[in-house]
């Protein structure tokens, strides 16, 4: 998408330049700003200011390299040189699981503990990354402990919804803008940064603190339901003989339903839901709310479930026993259109064929290379029809547009039986049987 933005921009600084720092460092420049991007991993600041993007996200190579050459985005590992560039810092550290289940926030507040002491006048501190209800709060109180006086920092919490692998779009074009604020002046200087967004039409809803927290953490608890829900129905088909992948497609006709996001198979993954139902229900069990803690612990355990479900029917389709069974995987990635492999489930689901003693070959079209690093003992294969070359089954694992695609006959011709689990419910079982393969999926007769 390209956006002529027009007029002078501001100084804004994104301190973590993770897949969502980075992202939206390069869209905020894409927006006519000046960004300055921080991040403590050297390795990666180098990476990206000389314009390589370290993760893959469609459309951000070529936007990081535009907006180098246009001189709008820089890269340091420097708070203080952060303090000194701009009265606008977004915070974009990680927010990752703490062994008990709640948010490790210590990123955040090593950021602002780095940044407090150098700020020179009033600024703006805008927090993207995910956190518990009451952080933004609670961070305003610590910096103003560390900060200088006059240098009257506030803080406000601009939530962020982007979705990988379509990351660029949603961060140039959201759905919607949501300011957390104690004051007026604060949204409208952020409405500022975002002016060209919202003069396109994109809503602008500002709330307090409080309420612009819980928006994300909602959000993805809505979303984690609505997918461990018709997960639970698939496994209630499965008892019954009945079909979830008709049943969904039925209940989505249903308006007040709809049928995004409803798709059975293996569930979510990834660096922000898992994590973030876990934070959302250690707050929920913190504040005495036992039903929503109850309710977010079980979707927590459904979704699981579709991992170790996956792996039985992979065992059952085998005909026992893994063990010395080739298995060929389409997809590694927790979701199509990223390299991401943070809590995938796909790969999780690798590990466990493995620990069975099957000979597991791995294909992404983008994700090999981070698959790898984290789980060397698996064998990687360039081409799909490389991962399933002699393999007893195939496992489509990742929703690739390109597996959908497949020639089940291309594919048939080099396995060394046509056995194939979909455990994504994207595959055309009618061309896959016709083609001659056993097709097999959760919640499925
Ligand atoms: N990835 C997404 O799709 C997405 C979407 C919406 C919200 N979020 C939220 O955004 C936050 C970041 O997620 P992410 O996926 O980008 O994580 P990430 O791990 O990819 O990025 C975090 C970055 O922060 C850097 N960092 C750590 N401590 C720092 C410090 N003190 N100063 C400067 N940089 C520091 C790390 O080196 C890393 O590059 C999380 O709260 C996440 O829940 C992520």
Known sequence: MEIDATGPGASV???????????????????????????????????AAAGTAPFFEPGLQELLRKQLDAGRLRFTTSH????????IHFLCVGTPQAPDGSADLSQVYAATDALAPHLAGPCLIAGKSTVPVGTARALAARIAAQAPAGARAEVIWNPEFLREGSAV??????????????????????????????????????????????????????????????NALAEVCEATGADVAALAGALGYDERIGGRFLTPGLGYGGGCLPKDIRAFGAVAAELGIGSLA???????????????????????????????????????????????????????????????GAVVTVHDPVALRSAALVRPDLQYAESAVAAAAYADLVLHLTDWEEYRMIDPHVLGAVVARRNVIDARTALDEHRWRSAGWSFRALGRP
């Open 13 to 47: 600084t994104v301190i973590g330049a993770g897949y969502l720092g980075l992202t939206h460092a390069v869209c905020l420049a894409e927006l006519g700003h000046d960004v300055l991007a921080v991040d403590t991993d050297a390795r990666k600041v180098a990476q």
């Open 80 to 87: 203080a040189e952060a303090a000194r560039f701009a009265d």
């Open 169 to 230: 779009v949603d961060s140039l074009m959201p759905d919607r803008i949501v300011l957390g604020a104690s004051s007026q002046q604060a949204a409208d200087r952020l409405k500022q940064v975002y002016a060209e967004p919202i003069g396109q039409g994109v809503p602008v809803l500002v709330m307090d603190l409080e309420t612009a927290e819980l928006v994300k953490m909602s959000a993805n608890a809505f979303l984690a339901t609505r997918l461990s829900f018709i």
């Open 294 to 356: 109850t309710v977010l612990t079980e979707v927590d355990a459904i979704n699981m479930r579709c991992r170790s479900r996956t792996v039985e029917l992979a065992r059952e389709v085998a005909g026992g026993s893994l063990a010395g069974r080739r298995v060929g995987v389409l997809g590694v990635a927790f979701k199509p259109g990223s390299d991401d492999v943070r809590n995938s489930a796909s790969l999780d689901v690798c590990g466990r064929l493995a620990a069975e």
